[in-house]
């Protein structure tokens, strides 16, 4: 079982920032790509940025510049810094990662899991 676990939302007034975390744990023999998602009310979900295990990013057009995608690798954590937020940054922010799961007793498989999501409300 992979289990990732949220932090750091919040509500911060337009132009401040914020710093959300996402920790995986469980039976992770590789992670490959961690990434952040969002989804505003009555839109899709849509990718913000991700983070390759060789240090690839990506990042959506309406956040570059501001936010920073970046992995703690020890920690299997990944970190999106977001600076001058902006009232349509408002959304649920999910992690997402994949990689493959198991021992050499149990057997190993890909997964891929989500969190559980982290509200970022940005309003003065």
């Known amino acids: 079982q992979v289990q990732l676990v949220e932090s750091g939302g919040g509500l911060v007034q337009p132009g401040g920032s914020l710093r959300l975390s996402c920790a995986a744990s469980?039976?992770?023999?590789?992670?490959?790509?961690m990434g952040w998602y969002r989804q505003a009310p009555g839109k899709q979900r849509e990718l913000v940025a991700s983070?390759?295990?060789?240090?690839?990013?990506n990042y959506a057009d309406s956040v570059k510049g501001r936010f920073t995608i970046s992995r703690d690798n020890a920690k299997n954590t990944v970190y999106l810094q977001m600076n001058s937020l902006k009232p349509e940054d408002t959304a649920v922010y999910y992690c997402?990662?994949?990689?493959?799961?198991?021992?050499?007793?149990?057997?190993?498989?890909?997964?891929?899991?989500w969190g559980q999501g982290t509200l970022v409300t940005v309003s003065s």
């Open positions: 997402n990662a994949n990689g493959v799961t198991g021992t050499a007793l149990t057997g190993y498989r890909y997964f891929e899991h």
């Open positions: 469980g039976s992770i023999f590789r992670l490959n790509a």
């Open positions: 983070l390759t295990n060789d240090g690839s990013t």
